[in-house]
């Protein structure tokens, strides 16, 4: 059974810092890993998406890494800014018993300004 | 242009009630998507059909009925409200179920029972 498990649950960093969310997941078994970002009351919103045989993707100051064969996923925000708050959501698409989606728990982001 | 859109954004309804979410995607996607939010923010995927057909029934009870009368669509029934209903449910779509494929989400239905 896929789990997937999102350190720290909670992080609040000042302004300008780099910063790395984990993302852990059981079973390497999977089609690709995406990060999505949730605003309070809104929807998710699409960061990058990692197929299962690449090893990161790049967008703008966001920087995702994929390694399948230890189950782990970071995302790195580089000069993090107060519009980055949110929570951040990592999910792995199964390539087993079916094509569903697990998703972590998330990962609530605060920067100060 | 809102690419997956969800209707109604906000539910409040009495417990026993019947009641529907609508879903459309303008993107061409074969595939749909619902998910739960619990009051923990835990996202669950509940079913997903692709090109009209169930290919992702999760052990949900059988008061929910997603209906699909076209690939652009995806709507969802649920019979006999309960408290526990109660949560925000997210449609999503991506090109075809398998690898490779973005899902893009809509923006949520808060469903609230009394």
């Known amino acids: 059974k896929q789990e997937v498990t999102q350190i720290p649950a909670a992080l609040s960093v000042p302004e300008g810092e780099n910063l790395v969310l984990n993302c852990s997941f059981t079973?390497?078994?999977?089609?690709?890993l995406q990060w999505f970002r949730q605003d309070p009351g809104k929807g998710l919103t699409s960061l990058l998406l990692i197929q299962s045989s690449q090893r990161e993707q790049t967008s703008g100051r966001l920087n995702a890494s994929l390694d399948k064969s230890s189950g782990r996923s970071t995302l790195y925000i580089a000069a993090s800014q107060p519009g980055d708050s949110a929570t951040y959501l990592c999910a792995v698409k199964r390539n087993t018993g079916g094509f569903k989606t697990i998703f972590g728990a998330g990962t609530r982001l605060f920067v100060k300004a | 242009d809102t690419a997956v859109s969800q209707t109604p954004k906000y539910l409040v309804t009495q417990m026993g009630n019947d009641k529907s979410i609508k879903c459309e995607q303008n993107?061409?996607?074969?595939?749909m998507y619902w998910y739960k939010q619990d009051s923990k923010k835990f996202l669950k995927i509940m079913f997903s059909y692709n090109n009209k057909e169930l290919i992702i029934n999760e052990t949900v009870p059988n008061r929910f009925s997603p209906k699909s009368p076209d690939k652009a669509h995806l709507n969802l029934h649920i019979n006999s409200l309960e408290l526990g209903d109660s949560a925000v449910y997210f449609c999503?779509?991506?090109?075809?179920?398998?690898?490779?494929?973005?899902?893009?989400f809509g923006p949520g239905t808060r469903l609230t029972v009394l």
């Open positions: 999503a779509s991506s090109r075809t179920p398998g690898a490779g494929n973005e899902q893009f």
């Open positions: 993107l061409g996607h074969d595939t």
């Open positions: 079973d390497s078994a999977i089609y690709n």
